[in-house]
T-cell receptor, first 116, second 113 residues
């Protein structure tokens, strides 16, 4: 049981390049999400999904796309990278689809992205 | 909207000192409250949680009590160790957030031998 895995661990992009951050979980969790972590700002939600085929926007969705074709995978796409997207990105998953969940969220190890 | 406010860090303590990290929240309804810990270079791990008023979450010597009257969920530990050095995040999951976690800004704790 690997939990939540993310690749790559580190990435450097030039402004305007595109890339996909991969996230996978093997716990059969319905809910998956992407956060970005910036100094002094905690974690902010980018996009989330309550199941295959269903995605929704979080607090800071601009510049990012997601899809959820399977329960296991939830990739995050940067279409045209900007320096403001330099951050650490965390994928997370948990059981359930309901509001006000008290299920634990499991986090991946993170991807550190630098955009020059 | 819902929000979480934590005391600013960094907090530096000597080993065996008492720790308090303050956390207050604003939310409609009855959110669930969490403390997550992030060790250097790692992702976040759940430390403890409380799902209703007056609940006390505890784990690894850490405790926090859900206080609805003061909208607080302060983290405490009686005797910290060097291995407790990490960043601590208070978070809530509320009724109107689609199950999303709302995080505080994090408090860095450094424990010196």
């Amino acid at each position: 049981n690997a939990g939540v895995t993310q690749t790559p661990k580190f990435q450097v992009l030039k402004t305007g390049q595109s890339m996909t951050l991969q996230c996978a979980q093997d716990m059969n969790h319905e809910y998956m999400s992407w956060y970005r972590q910036d100094p002094g700002m905690g974690l902010r939600l980018i996009h989330y999904s309550v199941g295959a085929g269903i995605t929704d926007q979080g607090e800071v969705p601009n510049g990012y796309n997601v899809s959820r074709s399977t329960t296991e995978d939830f990739p995050l796409r940067l279409l045209s990278a900007a320096p403001s997207q330099t951050s650490v990105y965390f994928c997370a998953s948990r059981k359930g689809r309901t509001l006000n969940s008290n299920y634990e969220q499991y986090f991946g190890p993170g991807t550190r992205l630098t955009v020059t | 909207g819902d929000s979480v406010t934590q005391m600013e860090g960094p907090v530096t303590l000597s080993e065996e000192a008492f720790l308090t990290i303050n956390c207050t929240y604003t939310a409609t309804g009855y959110p669930s409250l969490f403390w997550y810990v992030q060790y250097p270079g790692e992702g976040l791990q759940l430390l403890l949680k409380a799902t209703k008023a007056d609940d006390k979450g505890s784990n690894k010597g850490f405790e926090a009590t859900y206080r609805k009257e003061t909208t607080s969920f302060h983290l405490e530990k009686g005797s910290v160790q060097v291995s407790d050095s990490a960043v601590y995040f208070c978070a809530l999951s509320g009724n109107n957030q689609g199950g999303k976690l709302i995080f505080g800004q994090g408090t860095e704790l450094s424990v010196k031998p």
